[in-house]
Each structure stands twice: as C-alpha cells, then as structure tokens.
C-alpha cells in the first residue's frame, strides 16, 4: 500500500500522469461525438450523404494525417525546450509547425482537381460519387487549418498544460454541430446543403479552432515570455529540423491509418457478415483505445520535458506510470469483451434484423477475443511509441510501422483472401500479430535505453565570459 500511495505522490508518478492525460482524453472524446454526430446527420439526411462521407473523409484524412503528425510534432520541441527552461524558443518552435501547415494546406489543395477521376477509380454509384467528388473537395479547402491548430495546440500540450487544448476543441465541437444541424438540414434560414453543408461546417470549425488559438497565444505576457508572436520569422535550422524528426512521426502516422483502411478493404472482400462484424470490432476496440492516445500524448511530453531537463530516470518512471495504468485498463476492458460480449454488441444489433444480424453476431463475439488480445500489446505500443517518439526516436518508429504494415498485416492478408482463400480468422490472427508484434518491438527499443540520450533541440552554446580589463590598480602597479 505504501508503495502505491509512494508512486501516486512521487514526480513522474499516477497523479503527475493523470494531471496531464485527463484534458487529453476528453479532448478525443470530444472529437469522437464530434465525429458520430456529423455522421449521424448525413444517415438521417440520405443513405447516399452517408455512404459517401466515409470513404470521401477517409482519403482526405489519410492525406492531412502526414502533415499533421509532421507539423504537430512541434510538441515534443515545446516539451523539451520548456524542460530545459528554454521558453524563449518555444514561440519560434510553434511557428515552423505553422509554416508546415501552410504547405500541407497547399499540398491538400493540388489534389481538388483529381477528387473526379479519383472517385471514379473507386467505382460507386452515380449518386454517391457526385457526394463524394462535392464533400472531399470542400474538406480540402480547410485541411491547412485544422493541421495548424493540432500545431498550435503543442504550446499547451507541450508544458503539460492540457486544459485549454480541452475546451478549444469543446467549443470547436460545439462550434461544428450548430452548423452542421443548420446547413446540412437547411434550419434558421439557412439553405438545405445536404453533404455539403456538413463539409462546410467541418471546414469552418478547423478556421474558429486556429483562430482561437491565435487569439490565446497573442496574450501580452504569453508572448514576453515565450515568444509566441516574435518568434513568427522562418527559422530554417529549426524548421529542418522539425522535418528530421516530425516527417517520420507523420508517415507513421499515415501508415497506421492506412495500413487498417486496407486491411478493412480487404476483408471487405469476404463478404458483407465478415466487413460488418469486423467493423463492428474495430468500433467497440475504440472505448478503449481513444483514452490510451490521451496517455500516449502524456507520456510523449513528460518524457520530453524530463530529458529537456535532463533527467531521463523521471522520464523513464513517467512512462511506467503511464504504462502500469494503461495496462490495468486493457486487462479491465479485455475480460469484459471476453466475458461479457453482449454489451458491447447489443448496441449495434438493437435495430438490426435478428436474421441477418445472426452471422454478423457470430463472427463479432469471436473477433472481441482477438480484440482482447491485442489490446494488451496496444497498451504497450502506445506508451512505449510514445515515450521514444518524445525523446526523438522517430525514425525507427517508422520504419518498424513500414516493416511491419507491409509484411505482417497488408500482403499477408491479401495473399491469405484473394489467393489461398482462407476466410476471417486467418485476416484477424495476422491483424493481431501485426499489433503485439508492434507492443513488443517498442519495449524492447525503449529497454535499450538509447533513447535517454536522445534530443530532438539544439544544444545551448555557452557564451563565454568577456575578460576583465586591466584595472586602476594594475595600472598603478606598472608604474
């Protein structure tokens, strides 16, 4: 008992921790109602506005995720130059992130003109891809805005300051779901906008959350002491650097939301029971999954600002506190979709046709177990990717998420379903070797150590003292 009061109260322990993750965690829940909602009204809008929204946010968010995980990653910079009572750099820190959502956002909007041959490859309906070519197209239009706010928001974040990052993307939520209910239906005078007006509002919520961030960081005293407007000029060591170290962290990124997207595909392939209950998996997985990103972000701070200050044995306790928590919960969560599957499936058969529903049961209680699984190792995976990626280990979380995506999730489950024709569990054994093997690679490099030398700033120069001058009394002494 001792021990555990001990570590609740110790720096770098639960409490320490959990000051930093609660804000975290509420903020994605936030964006998942923010998401549900938006998709609930185009269902009740048109079966076309719904199918559309899916794969046309998919694609548009898969181009965004690079740059967001490149430009957010100005975090981990903020984390460690205020460990290292550095804060004058901070301002400049944030600015090159915004530098980098300006060529993101221009980047995301070369692609507008290709949204018709795109969507046509894919091969919907009429219908549905006149939805999908409107609303990607409209979504471009704001990517560059919501890839500066997530930057904007590493000022916070980044000195464990995680309140504000909360109720901007509250009110930022909020901000969307008025508008949406407004134009996608056409209430208080506004016009009816179907699919379009829930893209325009989706763009004007990312403008108001980049706005209100600025508004925040224009403070008289937040600038004096930070640097947040001095520091807007175009550093190009520190912006290289930035890419050094954030491009890997976006590719990363990238690659995990495209490397599910296309394993979901694939399955598709089995058949409509096998995609629906494999969807319905993935969906439940998320209750447990969206509060470990809030510990992950953490975690990639405090281990940021303790090796700022140079202290990697609080960074490494900060992470094993993280960890010890995180792991309770997956054990929690586990059991119960083991045990108890019907509560977390009753939801999604509740309006469903008990008949068809049947087979899509069946498959769905047997994939929560491989769910369970691997949410233990995804405990391992999010704390420990992130307690190196906060130290600068970048590059080798990439290239093990290249590896891996590639040869142990993607090709094998294409070669599994479309040539030796095995069905669903031979896709979800290989989908949960990609996810422990994943847990179990950044523990072993997070063991190594290597990361507690690791800095993603530049070292201080110490300036040398000037030399005293000859003084009277040597002077005097000469003559």
């Not at 069946?362 to 405990?379: E, G, K, P, Q, T």
């Amino acid at each position: 008992m001792n021990s555990l009061k001990n570590r609740w109260t110790r720096e770098a322990g639960y409490r320490e921790v959990l000051v930093v993750a609660i804000p975290l965690i509420l903020s994605t829940a936030s964006w998942s109602v923010q998401h549900f909602v938006d998709r609930m009204f185009l269902a009740w809008y048109s079966p076309e506005a719904i199918a559309a929204a899916l794969p046309a946010g998919m694609l548009h968010f898969s181009m965004v995720s690079i740059f967001m995980g490149t430009a957010g990653y100005v975090s981990t910079f903020v984390a460690q130059y205020y460990g290292a009572g550095r804060h004058e750099r901070i301002g400049p820190a944030l600015w090159q992130g915004v530098y980098m959502s300006l060529i993101g956002g221009l980047l995301i909007l070369v692609a507008i003109p290709f949204a018709g041959p795109v969507f046509r490859l894919v091969g919907h309906s009429p219908q549905v891809r006149q939805h999908e070519v409107e609303y990607f197209r409209i979504l471009c239009l704001g990517g560059g805005f919501y890839i500066a706010s997530y930057a904007l928001s590493g000022f916070f974040s980044g000195r464990g300051k995680t309140w504000p990052v909360m109720w901007v993307n509250v009110f930022t939520t909020i901000v969307n779901l008025v508008l949406d209910y407004v134009l996608v239906f056409g209430h208080w005078g506004f016009p009816e906008l179907g699919i379009k007006g829930a893209g325009i509002a989706t763009v004007a919520a990312g403008l108001f959350s980049f706005g209100l961030f600025l508004v925040i960081l224009a403070g008289g005293k937040t600038n004096r002491t930070y640097h947040t407007l001095k520091g807007w000029r175009l550093d190009s060591a520190l912006f290289i650097r930035l890419l050094r170290f954030g491009f890997p962290s976006g590719v990363q990124f990238f690659l995990e939301m495209t490397g599910f997207t296309g394993f979901i595909l694939i399955v598709g392939r089995l058949g409509t029971a096998s995609l629906a209950a494999t969807n319905i998996a993935f969906n439940i997985n998320t209750l447990a999954f969206m509060p470990m990103i809030g510990f992950g972000i953490a975690i990639s701070v405090l281990v940021g600002q303790y090796l700022g200050a140079d202290k990697p044995g609080l960074a490494q306790t900060a992470a094993y506190s993280g960890f010890h928590m995180t792991l309770g919960y997956m054990i929690v969560i586990g059991a119960a979709y083991v045990l108890v599957p019907d509560i977390f499936i009753a939801p999604f058969a509740h309006q469903a046709d008990p008949g068809s529903f049947s087979e899509i049961y069946r498959y769905s209680v047997v994939l929560l177990r491989f769910v369970a699984v691997y949410s233990v190792f995804d405990a391992m995976n999010i704390i420990f990717c992130s307690a190196i990626k906060g130290a600068g280990d970048t590059r080798y979380v990439m290239f093990v998420t290249v590896i891996l995506s590639a040869f142990v999730l993607i090709i094998p489950v294409y070669v599994a379903v479309e040539i030796l024709e095995f069905g669903l569990m031979i896709s979800w054994v290989l989908a949960t070797a990609y996810a422990s093997l994943l847990g179990l690679l950044f523990f072993l490099r997070f063991l190594g150590g290597k990361w507690k030398s690791m800095r993603v700033i530049e070292l201080e120069v110490p300036v040398p003292a000037p030399k005293p001058g000859p003084t009277k009394l040597g002077r005097v002494g000469k003559l």
